[in-house]
């Protein structure tokens, strides 16, 4: 793509996601009250034109602290709309611009929220992606890079709070890496990055412990990689012993003497269980073949 082509992709992106971070939440013309009153006929509107208008005005609620605003009414409108069709390609496009440079920990709001939401969000435009494809191969790099680096660089591991709701900006991007796994169009290369990605979170550096399922989202977009079946079982154990190094402890036997090496053995189990549960019971040859492969995995770590 010639240099010109690029400046001309990216400068919407910037606006528009200039624009969402300026906008008000709920948005011009709604309500909360109207709001909710949409979620509870599941988002029915039948004026596509207002529709298409809605669904990029609660691009701010994605930001908001007020977890009906932003989990039960923007992420479920477009999470229902893009699965039954209702955004037009002029839509999906100005979402995907005003998303891409807020799946970023440098972007992130104060109070953590846009990032972790419009990875959620991102997810479903991907899922769109995979099933009737409309990106292009430099924009789906581009949100593989996005999603990958966010993923790496995330230090915020706050997951549910009874009064704001959700942030759990690992499992949310981990969804969109789950959707870009099962993508035809990204190939082997592109998968590794994926899997480069996940390794760094399965027990975070800071002895956080996951409490929130992250283990079972982060084993979801490996799990599809294996079952593409791209890799060979040498590759695969070669990945699987990383994952279970104890490294930077000694050993195993090491962990057990602070929280941060009990945080590393109860977070690294519970992702290795996730992935053994699922590949034993599938009922796909190729993934059920590597649940031993898994289980030695699981049994360096006793």
């Given at each position: 793509?010639?240099?010109f082509c690029v400046a001309v992709m990216f400068a919407p992106m910037l606006v528009a996601g200039a624009h969402?971070?300026?906008?008000?939440?709920p948005p011009a013309g709604w309500s909360q009250e109207r709001l909710t009153a949409l979620k509870a006929s599941e988002f029915s509107i039948d004026d596509d034109a207002q529709r298409q208008q809605l669904a990029l005005g609660l691009l701010a609620c994605l930001a908001s602290p007020n977890p009906v605003l932003r989990d039960e009414v923007a992420f479920e409108?477009?999470?229902?709309?893009?699965?039954?069709?209702?955004?037009?390609?002029?839509?999906?496009?100005?979402l995907y611009a005003g998303?891409?440079?807020?799946?970023?920990?440098?972007?992130?709001?104060?109070?953590?929220f846009r990032a972790p939401f419009s990875a959620l969000v991102m997810s479903e435009l991907a899922r769109v992606d995979r099933l009737t494809p409309y990106l292009s191969d430099t924009q789906r790099q581009d949100l593989l890079d996005?999603?990958?680096?966010?993923?790496?660089?995330?230090?915020?591991?706050?997951?549910?709070?009874?009064?704001?709701g959700w942030r759990h900006g690992i499992a949310h991007d981990a969804d969109l890496l789950m959707q870009l796994s099962l993508n035809p169009a990204l190939g082997k290369a592109q998968l590794n990055q994926i899997l480069a990605a996940?390794?760094?979170?399965?027990?975070p550096a800071s002895g956080h412990f996951y409490i929130y399922g992250?283990?079972?989202?982060?084993?979801?977009?490996?799990?599809?990689?294996?079952?593409?079946?791209?890799?060979?079982?040498?590759?695969?154990?070669?990945?699987?012993?990383?994952?279970?190094?104890p490294a930077p402890f000694g050993s195993w036997n090491d962990v057990f003497l602070s929280q941060?090496?009990?945080?590393?053995?109860?977070?690294?189990?519970?992702?290795?269980?996730?992935?053994?549960?699922?590949?034993?019971?599938?009922?796909?040859e190729s993934l059920a073949a590597l649940a031993p492969r898994i289980k030695t995995a699981i049994t360096a770590l006793q």
């Open positions: 793509m010639k240099k969402a971070a300026g906008m008000p939440c409108a477009y999470s229902s709309w893009l699965r039954a069709g209702k955004l037009d390609n002029a839509t999906r496009d100005k998303l891409l440079p807020a799946i970023s920990v440098e972007n992130a709001d104060s109070d953590g996005r999603a990958t680096r966010y993923l790496q660089a995330q230090r915020d591991y706050r997951g549910f709070d009874q009064q704001q996940v390794a760094t979170q399965v027990a992250e283990a079972e989202r982060l084993a979801r977009p490996v799990l599809f990689i294996m079952g593409r079946k791209l890799h060979t079982e040498a590759e695969w154990d070669n990945w699987l012993s990383q994952v279970a190094s941060a090496g009990l945080a590393k053995r109860h977070n690294t189990r519970d992702f290795l269980l996730a992935l053994y549960v699922e590949a034993r019971d599938s009922k796909y």
